[in-house]
T-cell receptor, first 111, second 112 residues
Framework: GQQLNQSPQSMFIQEGEDVSMNCTSS?????WLWYKQDPGEGPVLLIA?????ELTSNGRLTAQFGITRKDSFLNISASIPSDVGIYFC???????????FGTGTRLQVTL | SQTIHQWPATLVQPVGSPLSLECTVE??????LYWYRQAAGRGLQLLFY??????ISSEVPQNLSASRPQDRQFILSSKKLLLSDSGFYLC???????????FGQGTRLTVV
C-alpha cells in the first residue's frame, strides 16, 4: 500500500525560530494536505495543495506540492508557543476519497 | 457551515463488552465519511470509509464494523471489545474526490 514518510519525527526549537518538515511518498498523490493535532483533539486542516509545484501560504505557514507529486514540505516561520503539537501530512489520490497519513512530526517550542 | 459531531469524548469499557460510537455531520449532503484510529503517539490508520448510505469499505481486518444508516450518520461498532481496540477514534468527512477531509474531536476508548 501507499506509505508516507515524514521527517523529522520530532523537533525541539526555540521561540522565534523557523521550522521545516517534509513528507515523501513512493506513490503519486493528486492532493497534499497538512494538519495539526493538539493533544486529545482531532487534526485541524492547515493547508491544502492541489497542483504540482503549488506554493501556498496561510499566515506564518507555507507549504509546497512537489513537482514530482511525491513530496511536500511545510515551513513555519517565527514559531510561537501555540505552534506546539503534532503535524501530519496526508496525501489523496483522485480515484479514492481516502487519505493516507504520514507518521507525524512532533514540534516542541521552548521559550 | 458544516460541522461534525462525535461522541462520546471518552469511554472506558471492559473486555468483551459491545461498542457503539456515533458520528454525525451537519450542513452538507452526501458526504464521504471515515473512521480512523490513532494509537498513542502514532499516525492515523483508516478503518472504514463510506461514500453513501449503506456503502461501507473496510481497510483493515479487525474486530470492528461500521454502518451508515442515514446520509450524515456513521457508526462504529463492536460486538466484543478486545484490549487491542483501545485508542483514539476519529470520524471525518469530505465531499467529492480529491478534496480535504475534516475531523471530529475524537473519542478516547480505553478497554480494561
Amino acid at each position: 500500500g501507499q506509505q508516507l514518510n515524514q521527517s523529522p519525527q520530532s523537533m525541539f526549537i526555540q521561540e522565534g525560530e523557523d521550522v521545516s518538515m517534509n513528507c515523501t511518498s513512493s506513490s503519486i498523490f493528486n492532493t497534499w494536505l497538512w494538519y495539526k493535532q493538539d493533544p486529545g483533539e482531532g487534526p485541524v486542516l492547515l493547508i491544502a495543495l492541489y497542483k504540482a509545484g503549488e506554493l501556498t501560504s496561510n499566515g506564518r505557514l507555507t507549504a509546497q506540492f512537489g513537482i514530482t507529486r511525491k513530496d511536500s514540505f511545510l515551513n513555519i516561520s517565527a514559531s510561537i508557543p501555540s505552534d506546539v503539537g503534532i503535524y501530519f501530512c496526508a496525501g489523496l489520490t483522485g480515484t479514492a476519497s481516502k487519505l493516507t497519513f504520514g507518521t507525524g512530526t512532533r514540534l516542541q517550542v521552548t521559550l | 457551515s458544516q460541522t461534525i459531531h462525535q461522541w462520546p469524548a471518552t469511554l472506558v469499557q471492559p473486555v468483551g463488552s459491545p461498542l457503539s460510537l456515533e458520528c454525525t455531520v451537519e450542513g452538507t449532503s452526501n458526504p464521504n465519511l471515515y473512521w480512523y484510529r490513532q494509537a498513542a503517539g502514532r499516525g492515523l490508520q483508516l478503518l472504514f470509509y463510506s461514500v453513501g448510505i449503506g456503502q461501507i469499505s473496510s481497510e483493515v481486518p479487525q474486530n470492528l464494523s461500521a454502518s451508515r444508516p442515514q446520509d450524515r450518520q456513521f457508526i462504529l461498532s463492536s460486538k466484543k471489545l478486545l484490549l487491542s481496540d483501545s485508542g483514539f477514534y476519529l470520524c471525518a468527512w469530505s465531499v467529492g474526490t480529491g478534496f480535504e477531509a475534516f475531523f471530529g474531536q475524537g473519542t478516547r476508548l480505553t478497554v480494561v
